[in-house]
């Protein structure tokens, strides 16, 4: 019987935010684009400043021991801080442009990382982009897209509400569950954030 309700809740919002996600979808991609559109138009003294950052990163990487530690919190970091703003940003009647600018940006890393790997790195980038850039990308980018489509959602909600003077009905509510799926999203995260913790480092070892 639970199955059947979580089923139809997740149809019925899925419906009724088709466009949301859709929306969602095409900034990330917007951004990715112009991720990769920024490497290619990059002059060739910043291509090589960049990349020789990037070696010397790697060598420097490789020789020392990984405070997994340290870095499970820099990870945690650079990533969870996004979905926070975002929740905040739903709970605001304003924030649906800056939260569609973070999808762009998000995209824009991802675009930018991943074309400048291959480009600057030929097959071993391809390589370091396939197993340190997209695994945890694949977990972290639906959770974006989901956090930033029930930011919007809410916030469209409350921009209704106040229209018809019953934004107050009930809010206390209507705050916790969306603060409670908001949890849940930052749980799936973490699968994301153990991978590029404790497996993308020796991957960039092996590589490089």
Same mark, same amino acid.
């Given at each position: 019987?639970?199955?059947?309700?979580?089923?139809?809740?997740?149809?019925?919002?899925?419906?009724?935010? $088709? *466009?949301?996600?859709?929306?969602? %979808?095409?900034?990330?991609?917007?951004?990715?684009?112009?991720?990769?559109? +920024?490497? @290619?138009?990059?002059?060739?003294? !910043? /291509?090589?400043?960049?990349?020789?950052? $990037? =070696?010397?990163?790697?060598?420097?990487?490789? =020789?020392?021991? &990984?405070?997994?530690?340290?870095?499970?919190? !820099?990870?945690?970091?650079?990533?969870?801080?996004?979905?926070?703003?975002? *929740?905040? $940003?739903?709970?605001?009647?304003?924030?649906?442009?800056? #939260?569609?600018?973070?999808?762009?940006?998000?995209?824009?890393?991802?675009?930018? +990382?991943?074309?400048?790997?291959?480009?600057?790195?030929?097959?071993?980038?391809?390589?370091?982009?396939?197993?340190?850039?997209?695994?945890?990308? #694949?977990?972290?980018?639906?959770?974006?897209?989901?956090?930033?489509?029930?930011?919007?959602?809410?916030? $469209?909600?409350? #921009?209704?509400?106040?229209? /018809?003077? @019953? *934004?107050?009905?009930?809010?206390?509510? @209507? &705050?916790?569950?969306?603060?409670?799926?908001?949890?849940?999203?930052? %749980?799936?995260?973490?699968?994301?954030?153990?991978?590029?913790?404790? &497996?993308?480092?020796?991957?960039?070892?092996?590589?490089?």
């Amino acid at each position: 019987m639970k199955m059947v309700f979580f089923k139809n809740l997740i149809s019925n919002h899925l419906q009724n935010n $088709l *466009w949301l996600y859709i929306l969602s %979808a095409i900034c990330l991609c917007t951004g990715i684009v112009l991720g990769v559109y +920024t490497v @290619r138009y990059m002059s060739g003294f !910043e /291509k090589s400043d960049l990349l020789n950052y $990037l =070696s010397s990163f790697i060598q420097t990487y490789n =020789s020392k021991n &990984i405070n997994y530690n340290q870095l499970f919190f !820099e990870t945690v970091k650079n990533n969870i801080p996004v979905l926070l703003i975002v *929740w905040f $940003l739903g709970l605001t009647m304003i924030g649906i442009p800056i #939260i569609l600018v973070l999808d762009v940006i998000k995209g824009f890393t991802i675009g930018f +990382t991943v074309t400048f790997f291959v480009n600057g790195m030929g097959f071993k980038g391809i390589w370091l982009a396939l197993l340190s850039v997209i695994p945890q990308n #694949i977990v972290y980018i639906p959770c974006i897209i989901i956090g930033s489509v029930l930011a919007m959602e809410f916030s $469209l909600m409350m #921009i209704k509400d106040n229209g /018809k003077k @019953r *934004w107050t009905t009930g809010i206390s509510s @209507r &705050i916790m569950s969306y603060s409670i799926v908001f949890v849940i999203i930052s %749980a799936c995260m973490f699968v994301g954030l153990s991978f590029e913790t404790y &497996i993308t480092p020796n991957i960039i070892k092996a590589i490089a």
